[in-house]
């Protein structure tokens, strides 16, 4: 399982960016994948997660309104559109997927946003807003 970011730079305040994460190495379908954030000495925390296949998608509320995550099967690619920025979402961000593990979970939508269910997370990309 391979899980690349890209996309990430210095933008200004209320200005945008649009992370991609490719993946492979896995089947692309049926998987829970999202974006979690690290900022300096803070824990990773959510961003948004989604089913591949649509019929979930969720966002922390830190970000609600101003990001949008989108997929495209076809390229097996998880996009972040992140608009509005403003100093506090600088962070590396990180891609990350369960491989389907959790999949259609009853309780996946009260726990979407925990790290320790997605096995598997790309290197990062860094999003410095000033």
């Known amino acids: 399982v391979q899980l690349v970011e890209s996309g990430g730079g210095s933008v200004q305040a209320e200005g945008s960016l649009r992370l991609s994460c490719t993946a492979s190495g896995y089947t692309y379908d049926s998987n829970c994948m999202g974006w979690f954030r690290q900022a300096p000495g803070k824990e990773r925390e959510e961003v948004g997660t989604t089913y591949t296949d649509g019929g979930f998608t969720n966002y922390a509320d830190s970000v609600k309104g101003r990001f949008t995550i989108s997929k495209d099967s076809a390229k097996k690619a998880l996009y972040l559109q992140m608009n509005n920025l403003n100093p506090d979402d600088t962070a590396m961000y990180y891609c990350?997927?369960?491989?389907?593990?959790?999949?259609?979970?009853?309780?996946?939508?009260?726990?979407?946003?925990?790290?320790?269910?997605?096995?598997?997370w790309g290197q990062g990309t860094q999003v410095t807003v000033s």
């Open positions: 990350a997927t369960d491989e389907g593990k959790w999949y259609g979970a009853s309780w996946y939508g009260r726990s979407w946003f925990l790290p320790r269910l997605y096995d598997y």
